[in-house]
C-alpha cells in the first residue's frame, strides 16, 4: 500500500507559522489528488484541504482559508502545508491522506480517502 509520513508538527505561539510535510511512497504514491485532515482532543476528524494530482488546484475549509496553504512536489513525492497566522483552535493532531481522485477537489469526507499517515501533533498557545 501507499504509506503516508508527515512531518514537522510541534508546539507554538499563537501567531506564528509552521510547515508540516508528507511523504509517500509506493508505486501509486503521486498518482491521485492528496488532502490534509486535523483532529482535535475530543472532537472527530476535520478536513483542511485538498490537492489535485498535479498540484494545479486546491480547495480549503473556510477555518483555514487565507492561512493555510498546500502545495506538492511529485517528483519527491511530498506534499506541504505552510500554516501562518496560527490560533490555539488550530491546536490538533494533523493528517495527510490520499484521495481515490484524481481531480475531484469537492470529495472532502474522510470515505473519499484511502491512505492515511499517522499524524503530527500541532500545539498553538493562546
Known amino acids: 500500500q501507499v504509506q503516508l509520513t508527515e512531518s514537522g508538527g510541534g508546539s507554538v505561539q499563537a501567531g506564528a507559522s509552521l510547515r508540516l510535510s508528507c511523504s509517500a511512497s509506493g508505486p501509486t504514491a503521486s498518482d491521485f489528488a492528496m488532502g490534509w485532515f486535523r483532529q482535535a482532543p475530543g472532537q472527530g476528524r476535520e478536513f483542511v484541504g485538498m490537492i489535485n494530482r498535479i498540484g494545479s488546484r486546491t480547495v480549503y475549509a473556510d477555518a483555514v482559508k487565507g492561512r493555510f496553504t498546500i502545495s506538492r512536489d511529485n517528483a519527491k513525492n511530498t506534499m506541504d502545508l505552510e500554516m501562518t497566522a496560527l490560533k490555539p483552535g488550530d491546536t490538533a493532531v494533523y493528517f495527510c491522506?490520499?484521495?481515490?481522485?484524481?481531480?475531484?477537489?469537492?470529495?472532502?469526507?474522510?470515505?473519499?480517502?484511502?491512505?492515511w499517515g499517522q499524524g503530527t501533533q500541532v500545539i498553538v498557545s493562546s
Open positions: 491522506a490520499q484521495s481515490r481522485y484524481l481531480n475531484n477537489l469537492w470529495a472532502t469526507t474522510e470515505s473519499d480517502f484511502d491512505y
